[in-house]
């Protein structure tokens, strides 16, 4: 078992809350969160809660030393700009704020995304593929990695990177989407929140790579998955379209188009070799208590 750290918990949200849950009965865990209901979310886990926004140099501040750093702030959804604000001068202000102390973090890891990896014709990707972004949201998420890993050397700290295939679980099982569709072809590369938390968790316990790919054992073609989840909700499969269909539609954004055209097959083959456990190993056992609670008409 490693040595009792403290764990901060930067944008302590979806992924972060989690991690606090699974890191209470072996570390000491801090959770940063803006607002007061976040801040009421992070105390609910039993870690200690600091309001602050972890863009601001003065708030962080109020942050304790710790000897790792996790970062997991959300830019809220919104467009390029923000998410800049955010993933890159925000992560880039807490490795100057935390690396300028008298005692630094030994460790920080940054949660990014595969979408950092654009568009592979469904072929397979994994850590050694190059990045290809095609958004300027997952642009400025490349550059954040490139902030993790290289600007926190400056200061001595281990920047290393989490890279998150799509997320689900508790509250963001999106079935409606999939019931009702139509679903538009591609694969889905899913991992279950409980997973995306026990690989940090994983990565800050037991391995030292630098850069792990978080993903479970079977990207999907969404049209099978959709038919997979109608058969066991006992409702009829949904109506699918192909690409080139939903390319057709004239209100389609430039940025859905581009989402669109982005296909791959995630591999976690990496992180599976390293030793983590999945909870969830598919979609199969991760959706299982969503697709219950659906049939009990919960």
């Known amino acids: 078992m490693p040595p009792e750290m403290r764990v901060c918990i930067l944008g302590c949200g979806y992924v972060g809350l989690e991690l606090a849950r699974q890191l209470q009965d072996e570390h000491e865990v801090v959770g940063v969160r803006r607002s007061a209901a976040g801040v009421a979310a992070v105390e609910a886990t039993g870690a200690t809660a600091v309001r602050a926004d972890v863009t601001d140099a003065e708030d962080l501040a109020q942050v304790p030393d710790a000897d790792a750093l996790v970062f997991a702030a959300s830019s809220g959804g919104r467009g390029g700009d923000a998410a800049r604000e ?3 001068d925000g992560l880039r202000t807490v490795v100057e704020a935390f690396g300028e102390r008298d005692d630094p973090p030994d460790q920080l890891i940054y949660t990014s995304s595969t979408g950092v990896y654009g568009d592979h014709g469904g072929g397979r990707v994994d850590e050694t593929t190059p990045l290809n972004p095609t958004t300027e949201k997952t ?3 490349a ?5 993790a890993r290289e600007e926190a050397a400056e200061y001595d700290i281990d920047g290393r990177v989490a890279r998150f295939a799509g997320l689900y679980g508790p509250d963001r099982y999106r079935l409606e989407r999939y019931l009702e569709g139509p679903v538009t072809a591609g694969y889905l590369n899913m991992v279950h929140r409980d997973d995306a938390a026990g690989a940090v968790r994983f990565m800050l316990e037991s391995v030292s790579e630098d850069l792990l790919l ?3 054992d079977e990207p999907v073609e969404k049209h099978a998955f959709a038919d997979w989840l109608a058969d066991e909700c006992g ?3 949904p109506p699918k379209r192909s690409k080139a269909e939903r390319l057709d539609d004239p ?3 430039a940025a859905a188009r581009r989402r669109i055209l982005t296909s791959k097959r995630c591999s976690n083959e990496r992180l599976r070799d390293l030793g983590y456990e999945f909870r969830y190993p598919t979609f199969r056992e991760g959706y299982r208590a969503a697709v219950d609670a ?3 008409g919960d």
């Open 143 to 147: 550059e954040a990695e490139r902030v």
């Open 294 to 296: 659906y049939r009990d």
């Open 251 to 253: 209100g389609l954004s």
């Open 214 to 216: 978080v993903v479970d």
């Open 139 to 141: 642009r400025v998420l």
């Open 235 to 237: 409702v009829e499969q």
């Open 86 to 88: 955010v993933y890159v």
